[in-house]
């Protein structure tokens, strides 16, 4: 198997919920839902960067379409990451995360890997860390 990931797609309660909140609160890019048309099939797609998607998929159909029972929501079970080119890009994420409606979990801090970093929670309680390391440079 090659490493590589395409689509990280999330489980969301409130799929329209979720869509303002990725759209209109943090700014990506997305052509709305689509699939409505098919039962258990709604869903919405971001572009990130490389070609990598983010989705979000109802909870319900992601469950029906893996053909595994629906389970509780857990954060702890995985987070997503966001690694940008400063302390104050991570501030300006953070505050635009939490204007957008987003729970800061954890205020942007120096880390003790050398960094800066901070956790949030989206409207579904999916973890995201907006961090900063002095060691990684990304283009834009």
């Not at 999330?10 to 909140?21: A, E, H, Q, T, W």
């Not at 997503?80 to 979990?105: F, L, R």
């Amino acid at each position: 198997m090659k490493p590589r990931i395409t689509v990280l797609t999330i489980g969301v309660d409130d799929l329209k919920k979720s869509l303002k909140f990725y759209r209109d609160g943090l700014g990506f890019e997305t052509q709305g839902v689509v699939g409505q048309e098919f039962e258990y099939g709604a869903v919405v797609f971001f572009d990130l960067q490389n070609g990598l998607k983010l989705a979000l998929y109802p909870r319900k159909s992601l469950a029906h379409d893996a053909n595994i029972p629906q389970t509780p929501p857990s954060s702890t079970e995985l987070s997503i990451g966001q690694t940008v080119n400063s302390k104050k890009e991570v501030d300006a994420a953070m505050a635009q995360a939490k204007k957008a409606g987003a729970k800061i979990i954890k205020p942007a801090q120096k880390t003790f890997w050398g960094g800066y970093a901070g956790y949030f929670q989206d409207p579904d309680g999916h973890l995201w860390e907006v961090a900063w390391n002095p060691a990684w440079k990304f283009e834009d």
